[in-house]
Each structure stands twice: as structure tokens, then as C-alpha cells.
């Protein structure tokens, strides 16, 4: 079971840029493909984007041109840096494996955009 914590969210005013942070527990972080994802309130919650063990990535329509995921598998750590940020992206950000993992759902980190 992978555990997963994330931080870096956070109030920003729209055009702002934020970091997400994810540390993962476990020994075999690098071979897992990681995703990160959204929940709005009244909405369910959506893939943003996701990384595989291999580097390669993917978006979701968007926020294409604006958000970048990345990993460092040495600090077992994923990373979404969200530049230009909208109002439409203010949710609670979680990381999760791709497919997730029932059982690593954390708290997740709220980021909120003001117009």
C-alpha cells in the first residue's frame, strides 16, 4: 500500500502560479505511474494529469499549456506546477497512483483561485 501525502496549495488570485508536492511511501515508487487529481465542490472528482514510470505525460484538456507534472523518483516525491490559474480550478488537488488506489487516497491540498 503506497501512502501519500500532499502539499502546496493555497489562496492565489487569478493568473497566479502554485506547486503541488506528493510524498509517497513504499520502495517501488519509481515503477508506478502517478496521477494527480481534482475534486470541486458539488463535482466529481477528475484526472488533471498523470505521469508514467517512463516520464511520459498527459492532460487533461484544461489545463493543457498550464499545468506540468513531474516526479523525482529519488525524493519519491510528484510534482504539478499550475501556472495561469483560473477560477474553474479552485478544488481539493490529491495524488494518487494511475489507476488510483482505493487505499492511498490522502487528505489532499486545497487550492483556491479568487477572480
Known amino acids: 500500500q503506497v501512502q501519500l501525502v500532499e502539499s502546496g496549495g493555497g489562496l492565489v488570485q487569478t493568473g497566479g502560479s502554485l506547486r503541488l508536492s506528493c510524498a509517497a511511501s513504499?520502495?517501488?515508487?519509481?515503477?508506478?505511474?502517478m496521477a494527480w487529481y481534482r475534486q470541486a465542490p458539488g463535482k466529481q472528482r477528475e484526472l488533471v494529469a498523470a505521469i508514467t514510470a517512463g516520464r511520459n505525460t498527459n492532460y487533461a484538456d484544461s489545463v493543457k499549456g498550464r499545468f506540468t507534472i513531474s516526479r523525482d523518483n529519488a525524493k519519491r516525491t510528484v510534482y504539478l506546477r499550475m501556472n495561469n490559474l483560473k477560477p474553474e480550478d479552485t478544488a481539493v488537488y490529491y495524488c494518487?497512483?494511475?489507476?488510483?488506489?482505493?487505499?492511498?487516497w490522502g487528505q489532499g491540498t486545497q487550492v483556491t483561485v479568487s477572480s
Open positions: 494518487n497512483l494511475n489507476p488510483p488506489s482505493l487505499a492511498s
Open positions: 513504499g520502495s517501488f515508487f519509481s515503477l508506478n505511474a
